[in-house]
């Protein structure tokens, strides 16, 4: 029996982005040729186009060209989409034969239309590649990277990054329990595993490779937990299968196969796209708010003493700090190590600031926090920095929630387990609805979670 595939094939980051300059290749081509051979464009060419550019888009997809490609295989990607380009382009002449339409399309033109695809396609992915390769060289967004297992497989990928430097990553070293007379090779060592995961937590590396052996599979497990509170991204040198974790895409670093277990969901192409959402969605809603904001910023100063507005400290992306804002709903405004959360009859919120609670009226504001680049409209609610601290040490993988932005509206609250968290089970059905989200993003998801909380997400018991 043949096995059941278990990871996911790892697609390219900017697969969405290469998409698109393959479409505007094939359309682009298309109408040039026509403009340089003087040809009028009529429905039959158009329809051409079409049928051209869906075979390609399909066989590009058989073939799996945007799927991440090793470093190494430049030359088979770009016969890849050659491949399926002169399958498009073969599939357009037999329809027209079959259809007996040739004598209706200039051959010269078809021709033309398809030496220049196959050139632009080519020449977009040679300067694509070409810029990635300069970029790292000149150090550009380079990312400190570590391994832990000073192990035959550690060193292997080790070499792989020594050799390539258009990865992108900064060695700091090999993390062992061994000393060095025990590990393969007499690999160097900067310190023990409980450093590398200090050094993690410290922001100190960016990128963790796992390559212990897999008879260590119980310590494994108690590293990859350790790491669960930080926000470093993990990728396990595989040789036995890792499952339940948040993420099983094989990635490749060289001829070297790497599983990643953390990382934010949002890769390459997608970040882009996550931010463009933000921007066109806040945008929009400022806009049509704006009149709710002044009436609300009124009614706080006719109602309360004190500003309008009360800015908290936040744990953002990466667990780095941010200063979120927030209409002033109660009397005093905490921001200290100990904050603490508002409840049922809470002498502290006044009659007004009771209101703008429980409608999530007081969260308007941090519309302007997502503008800034700081929030996303849709993610894991910001805790203070307080209960941060508070609880990760008690919820597992609590700081994985900090992989993407935080937002002003989330799957977690539309869930239902928005409001007060008086027990640690409230808190750990939260961070479990937090990481659904973020295991399963797409713009989709983000729409659907906004549509919820329009209709259902504002007005809420749980709100004090």
Known sequence: M??????????????????LLDIATIVGSFWLALAIYGITSHDNYLIAMLITLVVYLYTAEFFEIYRTWRVNQFQQMVLTSWAALIVAFLSLILSLFLVKQTSDFSRVTIAIWFAQAFVLMFSWRYLNHKLKVTRRKLGFNLQKMAIIGATERGEKLFNEVAKHNELGYDFVGFYDDRDESRTYNNLTIMGDIDQAVD?????????????????????????????????VDVHIVPDLVMSGLMHARIDHIGHVDTLSVFESPYLGAKNWIKRLEDIIVSLLIILLIAPILLAIAVGIKLTSKGPVLFKQRRYGLRGEEILVWKFRS??????????????????????FGGFLRRTSLDELPQFFNVLAGDMSVVGPRPHAVAHNEEYRGQVQYYMLRHQVKPGITGWAQISGWRGETDTLEKME???????QYIRHWTVFFDIKIIFLTIFKGFVNKNAY
Do not use: H, W
């Open 429 to 435: 059905k939260r961070i479990e609805f937090d990481l």
């Open 199 to 231: 050094e993690a937590r410290d922001g100190k590396v960016d990128v963790l490779f796992i390559a212990l052996p897999s008879i260590a599979e119980q310590r494994l497990l108690d590293i990859i937990s350790k790491l669960g509170d930080t926000t």
């Open 2 to 19: 043949k096995a059941s595939r278990t990871f996911k094939i790892s697609s390219n980051t900017y697969s969405f982005l290469y998409r």
């Open 330 to 351: 109660m009397t005093v405004m905490e921001d200290s190590d100990k904050v603490i959360q508002a409840t049922k009859n809470d002498v502290r919120i006044t009659p």
